[in-house]
C-alpha cells in the first residue's frame, strides 16, 4: 500500500485548504482511511477517517463542522477540506490506512499499518 498526501501550505486564520491522499497498490474497498496530524512536541493526533466501502465518516471533536473528509472510488482518494482554520490547525497532516478497524479504535494511530509522508499545514494569525 502507498499513500501519498498532498494539499499543504499557509493559510491565514479563517480560510481554507483541501489536503488529498492518493491510495495505491490494493483495493481498498474494505479499508479504513484516516487523516491525523503532529504539531511540534505533540503526539500525533486523530483528525477524521472515513471507511471506504460506506462512506461513514468520524471526526475529533476539534475539527467537527469545520472539516469534511470524503473519499473518490474512480480516483482512489481521499480528502480532507478544511475550513475556517485556527492557528492550532498548525502540523504536520498524515493520512493513514488500514483494513477492519473497528469505531472505537479508528482514532488510535496504532490501529493504521500504512502512512503517507506528511504534508505540512501552516496557519497563521
Known amino acids: 500500500v502507498q499513500l501519498q498526501a498532498s494539499g499543504g501550505g499557509l493559510v491565514q486564520a479563517g480560510g481554507s485548504l483541501r489536503l488529498s491522499c492518493v491510495a495505491s497498490?490494493?483495493?481498498?474497498?474494505?479499508?479504513?482511511m484516516g487523516w491525523f496530524r503532529q504539531a511540534p512536541g505533540k503526539e500525533r493526533e486523530f483528525v477524521a477517517a472515513?471507511?471506504?466501502?460506506?462512506?461513514?465518516?468520524y471526526y475529533a471533536d476539534s475539527v467537527k463542522a469545520r472539516f469534511t473528509i470524503s473519499r473518490d472510488n474512480a480516483k482512489n482518494t481521499v480528502y480532507l477540506q478544511m475550513n475556517s482554520l485556527k492557528p492550532e490547525d498548525t502540523a504536520v497532516y498524515y493520512c493513514a490506512a488500514d483494513r477492519a478497524i473497528s469505531s472505537a479504535t479508528m482514532g488510535l494511530a496504532r490501529s493504521y499499518d500504512y502512512w503517507g509522508q506528511g504534508t505540512q499545514v501552516t496557519v497563521s494569525s
Open positions: 497498490g490494493r483495493t481498498f474497498s474494505s479499508y479504513v
Open positions: 472515513v471507511r471506504w466501502s460506506s462512506g461513514s465518516t
